[in-house]
């Protein structure tokens, strides 16, 4: 590879690592909830099914593993959905590994993962490894309407997806939120027309202040979405009309702030003895 070409590589997957960071801050997406795990790891809690206005508010009390290792794998084949929960008509877009000759990377081994999401999620793995120089998805729950029952028996849960994204990055400026979008996509019944939704249920159940910060936070973050993302896609108009739903209830809230009084609280002056000089 030439200089060119690695200098793009770098420039990607930093940007895909800054994008990792700003997910794994957020709350009140209607489909997934998003836990940073260190600068190369996000664990994904993803809803299955989209149940009479599904909220996350519960996937608070998931209990996630912090401790985890190294470990190598070999090659998985995942197959069509199965139909009992996913229906015929999701697409069979978490298959196999993209060539024989792949040589997969390994993750955070799964025998050390106690996280268990609840019985209408799966939880999934998604890390941008430097070593590896690109993203790559791992199941990190049992999900077994997403496996091939032919290969069930000898399924590892250490191997990586095979999507669609992360097969484009090299050829494709792939970000994060596409990678998110196609795992939602495959995973949810029905199929989002935005996966990138937002829970305004849950944005409303938050304390005040709480709520005003969460929704400009995702409002920045769908801003970027729009400002890189592909604006043929489907999902933008909806990101866009979503948008101004989540403007009124973020500008609401400041003006519920300001009644308040909140907003206009004086801060205590700190003690002089506090000052230090480090000079």
């Known amino acids: ?30 489909y997934f909830q998003p836990r940073l795990r260190g600068r190369e790891e996000l664990l994904l809690i993803v809803v299955n ?22 470990s190598p794998s070999g090659a998985e084949t995942l197959g069509s959905p199965d139909s009992s929960l996913l229906l015929q008509e999701t697409p069979d877009r978490l298959s196999g590994p993209e060539a024989p000759e792949d040589i997969i990377p390994p993750a955070s081994p799964c025998e050390k993962e106690v996280a268990v999401p609840e019985e209408n999620c799966t939880l999934f793995l998604l890390a941008a490894y430097a070593k590896y120089g690109r993203p790559y998805v791992w199941l990190r729950s049992s999900p077994r309407h997403l496996l091939n029952r032919g290969h069930a028996g000898s399924l590892t849960e250490d191997v990586p997806l095979k999507l669609q994204a992360t097969g484009d990055w090299s050829r494709k400026d792939i970000r994060l939120w596409d990678v998110v979008s ?13 996966p990138l939704s937002v ?61 308040e009084n909140i907003l206009n609280t004086p801060v205590e002056p700190q003690e002089k003895d506090s000052h230090r000089s480090f000079s």
């Open 1 to 30: 590879m030439n200089a060119c070409g690695e200098e793009e590589d770098g420039r990607k997957l930093r940007q895909f690592l800054s994008d990792l960071a700003l997910l794994g801050s957020l709350q009140g997406f209607r």
């Open 49 to 70: 099914e989209d149940v009479a206005c599904c909220s996350l508010q519960s996937l608070e009390s998931v209990s996630l593993s912090e401790s985890l290792t190294s």
């Open 199 to 259: 829970d305004l249920n849950f944005l409303g159940s938050l304390p005040l202040a709480e709520r005003y910060l969460a929704s400009g936070a995702l409002l920045h973050f769908l801003r970027r979405v729009l400002l890189h993302g592909d604006h043929d896609a489907d999902p933008c108009k909806y990101i866009w009309e979503e948008m101004g739903h989540l403007t009124s209830v973020h500008f609401q809230g400041l003006r519920d702030l300001k009644r």
């Open 182 to 194: 196609e795992v939602v996509t495959c995973c949810t019944w029905p199929p989002p027309l935005n």
